[in-house]
């Protein structure tokens, strides 16, 4: 991601939310909750659930990037005035920020638990029919 333009806190937040403890955390997430999420991306109606389930979701990722935050050394102010200033001066980390803030939003978390929700039903259907198969075999 970016180019010589694109501030080096910025290339580090790319890196952080796409491995370890971020990535593990937002995975363990929806294994718990992406089927509970009831309403699909194209559903009008939302149930008190998803939606509660939504909020849980904001508040940990922010309680990630607050941790990439202090890692940083940075307040909340100066990391958000030096995400404000990047917007404006560089294309790559305006998208960057901009698909970040826009998974935050309900519709596109809706997206996101569903995707995973069917995901996790075609692992696990994978895995009866792998299982099916090796006990045919014995």
């Known amino acids: 991601m970016g180019d010589e333009n694109t501030p080096d806190i910025i290339l580090r937040l790319a890196d952080y939310l796409g491995q370890g403890d971020f990535a593990s955390h937002i995975e363990a997430f929806l294994d718990e909750y992406a089927t509970k999420v009831k309403a699909g991306p194209s559903s009008e109606e939302h149930d ?16 990630l990037l607050e941790g990439f935050v202090k890692e940083e050394g940075l307040s909340n102010e100066e990391f958000k005035a030096i995400c404000s200033e990047a917007q404006s001066r560089d294309e790559v980390s305006a998208n960057f920020l901009e698909a970040l803030i826009a998974s935050w939003e309900y519709p596109t978390f809706l997206s996101l638990a569903h995707d995973y929700a069917e995901e996790m039903k075609e692992r696990e259907e994978k895995g009866e029919e792998e299982d099916g198969e090796e006990s045919e075999n014995d």
């Open 48 to 63: 008190h659930e998803s939606h509660d389930i939504h909020l849980k979701f904001i508040a940990l990722t922010e309680k």
